[in-house]
């Protein structure tokens, strides 16, 4: 708990952790790009993919080639506590190396 001027309110923190494996598609699959969370989408454009945040994160990133990036969080899928901004957060800085 935190003491604040009009009372206290409680402060609730947790670790999680977002993990990322990233790599070069080879250009000998059908599909360009191969995304595996909750799901595995393999596809041959950005705009095929369904993830909206991955989706998007991947047209920001604009690479030119092929990738396959790999999401593995602590937390499960859909559960409100915002796996798609850590992996959103997690490739921003992926692409600023």
Do not use: N, W
Request: charged content about 25%; glycine content about 6%.
């Amino acid at each position: 708990m935190v003491p604040s001027a009009r009372g206290r309110r409680f402060v609730d923190q947790h670790d999680s952790i977002a993990h990322l494996t990233c790599r070069r598609l080879p250009p000998f699959f059908e599909h360009k790009h191969r995304l595996v969370y909750s799901y595995i989408e393999k596809v041959a454009t950005i705009d095929e993919i369904k993830h909206p945040p991955r989706r998007e994160v991947l047209r920001f990133m604009d690479i030119p080639y092929g990738v396959e990036i790999h999401h593995d969080g602590d937390l499960p899928a859909r559960s409100g506590m915002g796996t798609s901004s850590a992996f959103t957060v997690a490739c921003c800085r992926l692409s600023m190396r």
